[in-house]
DNA sequence: CATTATATTTCATTATTTGAAATATAATGT
DNA sequence: ACATTATATTTCAAATAATGAAATATAATG
């Protein structure tokens, strides 16, 4: 009966898609099956009608769920009452790759500023890669990156947005596209990639897997840079779509669509545990979590 | 952020007190402090202002006290709401000693019929030794009973009143009381106690400390007939003061002031961990539940 | 009939919570 | 001044609960 149980609860009740809401909450559907049986033990209530093909919210189930709602706004009531009690100062220190920048940043730092004007706001951008390095260094109180596959264990990750990876093609020299029987051919299309970091790791592991030697034209360090070769038609690239949505290159390069599906980036905030302590990284972890909410 | 948390930290917050919270709510002190760091750890704000000497709640304290109240309440319409959609029928058989019928059996029972009003209620009263006995023999699906020092493992307890167990005399007769230096004179003035159980366990307890021969004037089965025998000027007795107040010869005896203190009396309701899984159970469980809320 | 989509179990591991006892600290009584 | 009492907190080992990965179950779809 936590709150997060109620917002699982009250995320499966939107979706009434278990797989759905335990890849959009980052807990196994394993997990979450649990915490609804947990629920419905505890309510003594079957709250949801489900088998493999459907799930339904019982009457008892929109009862909880009506119970859920108003015990989170209540929740998120008592957080606006104690941050209002709290007039917190001092600065907060914030890293951010420019990947990860794209509009999540502008709506956290203006909650943030609205509730709390008088923390100052050091903020860096830079490379995403080096990110969880100034988490670990105590180089930054708090950083906006992707999650990483294998998250450090003092840090935590809370998510805040998932953006695809795409693939990307000039608009002109439509020809730089080779084919092969049956589609794309990879082997021969000239590709700019990243030099390094997630996205390279995740289209690596691809082309591992595909036993594919990839016809690398360039490797380029920052995304923006890639959809700048791309545009020019010097390639195939490969970025994430919340980056390209933001870029002035946008109208001059297609997304292709028959390309391989890459696991999606999760942008969100990182701190380290410790660091949960200082209060105005507390205020910001918590609006985050508000947000999803 | 339980219900469960939620009900400690307010009773906390009305008591005002560590060591008297957590022996009204059954939690060792140690554990009653850690639930309260973690709210606090989980909140980022500390609720109480304690040292050795006082508590006392802080700003942030008393807003959480709204929201607790708040959620609490909402809590206990959901339990109304799905109560209300739920009509059990069926046969619920609760077995309840004598001695701990007084004034708890009504009240539960006539909140149970409200709820319920369809479910057949199969009520046997006898000795409160018996009561743990009838549950394992599932002879019972729930007993009123008192808190045994050792509680079977599969079995749950749910406290619903405490009573001292008080030593009572003739009001006439007051010469049966005899006298040494000091005070009373345990090794000679004639005692009437219980054959068996709880109570008797207590007083032999006592006197095993306390180095002493008791004068055992009388054993006698069932606290009300040692009322009678105390009554009569047989000699003094221990009983639960609750049986004592229900007793049609209260005005012939008088409570002792000066005794021993012994642990009082639990009386609670008490049923097999598997049994819960019982609808009709269930339902008088979390009745019981909201009783002490 | 194989494949796919989906929820649930199982099992080993990890994390959390607990009680008992020790500790710390300030007030009170002698 | 010093022992005693009352009280909250820590420490430590043990018990409980929650988790993810993989296996399983089940029904729909191609």
Redesign the pocket.
Known sequence: MDIRNLKLFRHLAGTL???RTSQACY?????L??????LEAELGETLFI????S?ALTPAGLAFKKYSDDVLQRWARLHDELSSENILEGELSLYCSVTASYGILPDLMSLYRKAHPSVKIHLETGDAAKALIKLSAQDADMVIAALPDLLPKDLIFQPLAQTPLVFIAPLQDPEIILHAQGGMDWERTPLIIPDHGLSRDRIDKWFAKENCIPNIYSRVAGNEAIIVMVSLGFGIGLVPRMVLEESPFLNRVRILEETPELQPFVIGLCTRKKTLANPRVKALWSIADKIIV
């Open positions: 898609h278990f797989a807990i196994t559907p394993s997990a099956t649990r915490v609804i049986q947990r489900r088998d493999n093909r799930v």
